[in-house]
């Protein structure tokens, strides 16, 4: 039954593709010929379909064959579906190796900001946060990093779903100096959690935004302030913030929308 349902001709139009693929300036008839190991007058066919489809391209006439974006749009169709996690994941394994502290993702929701994946440093002296936790937005820097890009009228309803707890001597629960903390994250890029939430431990965030720059999403970096210098905090400033812009070009190339 499963040889009865194999086409030949799907199998060599995909073999046409991929040849495609990986070339960057585009292909002649021979060299895709010899790449997929059919007879020239079947892969100049199966081009010849798939120009008049709008899949591949010839700008000068017998020059070289290349994808188009109608291809690439296939995929991004389908973005959604790796969703942010899939994407930022082997850049936040990434940043966990290189600074070898826990690293943490999390992604805006309607009326929240979710923690969705967590890397751990080999510290046995850590912090430990978990998958599901809630990041509020006045004393987390992950939910700091979201709600500083966050349009007025939607920050406004995350803050009255907010009664500004206080979990440290450090935690703002004015709401002018929130607003004032939310100022600077908006300019610099990064947000900064200084024993708001956990005495002992500074924790740098940094927002992430999908193809539309709408912010998604932030990622962070925590760190206990007994092995935390001035220039270990900088390190950690700059690999998160860059780590979050190298992150939002990938949501941003693949046309990934929250």
């Not at 790449?35 to 079947?42: E, F, P």
């Not at 169709?77 to 502290?101: C, F, H, K, W």
């Not at 979201?146 to 979990?167: C, G, H, R």
């Amino acid at each position: 039954m499963p040889a009865k349902n194999h086409i030949d001709l799907v199998v060599n139009t995909l073999a046409v593709l991929e040849a495609l693929a990986i070339s960057e300036h585009g292909k002649a008839l021979r060299e895709i010929t010899k790449d997929v190991g059919l007879v020239k007058s079947s892969v100049f066919r199966i081009l010849f379909t798939l120009k008049e489809a709008g899949y591949v391209e010839q700008p000068e006439e017998n020059g070289v064959y290349r994808l188009t974006l109608k291809t690439a749009s296939l995929a991004r169709r389908n973005t959604n579906r790796l969703g942010l996690a899939s994407v930022a994941r082997p850049y936040l394994i990434m940043l966990r190796d290189q600074l070898d502290e826990s690293v943490a993702l999390a992604e805006r929701r309607a009326n929240s900001i979710i923690l969705i994946d967590v890397f751990e440093t080999s510290h046995p002296l850590r912090l430990n946060i978990h998958i599901g936790d809630d990041c509020p937005v006045h004393a987390t820097a992950i939910g700091k990093a979201v709600a500083a890009f966050l349009p007025s009228t939607e920050l406004a309803t995350f803050l009255q779903n907010s009664k500004l707890p206080q979990y440290t001597q450090h935690t703002h629960t004015k709401l002018r100096a929130l607003q004032l903390d939310l100022a600077r994250v908006h300019k610099t890029g990064c947000s900064f959690n200084d024993e708001e939430t956990v005495t002992g431990v500074f924790i740098v965030g940094a927002p992430i935004f999908d193809s539309r720059s709408t912010v998604c999403g932030a990622l962070s970096v925590n760190i206990p302030t007994a092995r935390c210098s001035a220039a270990r905090k900088q390190q950690l400033i700059t690999s998160v913030i860059d780590v979050g812009k190298r992150i939002s070009a990938e949501l941003a190339d693949i046309g990934f929308v929250r």
